[in-house]
């Protein structure tokens, strides 16, 4: 039995991560995990979106985790201990058993890639990454291509060191 696309993206964590975390963001896009980024100070607005929304909340911040809501059980919080972005995601991976999920979401604005054929890239991107890359992405809404050169491997040695290689 084949299983839909929304019935995975239920059972997969959503985040929401805080202004002390920003990069992880973009780390979890780049696994398939669906993460929002919010840069603001205000923590209780932070809250009610992570429940509202059903999201867990990442925070390196103490006192985040102290709030009600959290204490409560309202919100799933977890609190990053790591400095480097390679400890977070290890710290993920293990607490909550993340691994890696699909492809990856835009990087800039987090909504799912449409795979692109050669064909359809081609047009679009410089002739020189047409002739040598395989595997195009295309995101709807921010209109950009991706694909995986050289920044793949750099990505890969800190996947591999947080444990998702």
């Known amino acids: 039995m084949e299983t839909s696309a929304a019935a995975v993206d239920e059972r997969m964590p959503r985040f929401l991560v ?3 975390l920003g990069r992880l963001t973009r780390w ?7 993460a929002v980024w919010e840069s603001g100070d205000d923590v209780a607005g932070l809250l009610a979106r992570a429940q509202a929304d059903g999201r ?14 959290v204490r409560r059980g309202d919100v ?7 400095d480097h972005v390679e400890e977070q995601l290890r710290q993920l991976r293990l607490e909550l ?3 890696r999920r699909g492809p990856a979401r835009c990087l800039v604005c987090n909504e799912r890639l449409e795979v692109l054929t050669v064909e359809q890239a081609r ?6 990454v047409a002739e040598t890359q395989t ?10 291509i991706t694909w995986p050169a050289t920044h793949w491997e750099s990505a890969s ?9």
């Open 97 to 99: 058993g993340l691994c």
């Open 123 to 128: 047009l679009r991107v410089p002739a020189y």
């Open 28 to 34: 979890l896009r780049l696994l398939g995990y669906d």
């Open 76 to 82: 799933t919080a977890v609190l990053l201990r790591g």
């Open 135 to 144: 595997e195009f992405r295309y995101c709807a809404v921010c209109d950009r």
């Open 157 to 165: 040695r800190v996947l591999r060191a947080a444990g998702f290689l």
């Open 18 to 20: 805080d202004r002390t």
């Open 56 to 69: 867990v909340l990442l925070t390196r911040d103490t006192l985040v985790i102290e709030r009600r809501p």
